[in-house]
């Protein structure tokens, strides 16, 4: 006869995981310095595309995603924020809007994060 271990059972649960969201931005935006009064904002429509929370199977479709543009370099100048705003924004439906100062020409670079609010449970990623 065999000398055996009574029986164990165990489960295996595998949990989803956040998947970074995803998009495209164009790499460059030229436009005409402003010499008007007051200063009319600017709105770049399809700036940014294919914007998605992340996973094609929909299972993501629930998290709230924010675009973040921050300032990396250059001439913070060119842009005003007349009502308090953030002088550069991202908004979901793809559309860069901003500002620009009278008589202000120069560059500005940026980057711009896409994050969401699904967490970062098993070393998933909420922004990209």
Known sequence: GENA???QEFTVTVIPV???PVFFALLEVVVPENDDAPSEAVSIADFA???HPGNENG???HQSLTFHVSLLSGNAG???SPDGTPP???DLDGSLKFTLGRYAYGEAHF???LGD???TLGDAVGEV
């Open 59 to 61: 299972n993501e479709d």
């Open 5 to 7: 271990a009574e029986v």
């Open 18 to 20: 956040n998947r970074a």
């Open 111 to 113: 980057s711009v994060v």
């Open 88 to 90: 550069v924004s991202l």
């Open 49 to 51: 595309t294919g914007i």
């Open 78 to 80: 060119l842009f005003i």
């Open 117 to 119: 609010d699904g967490g």
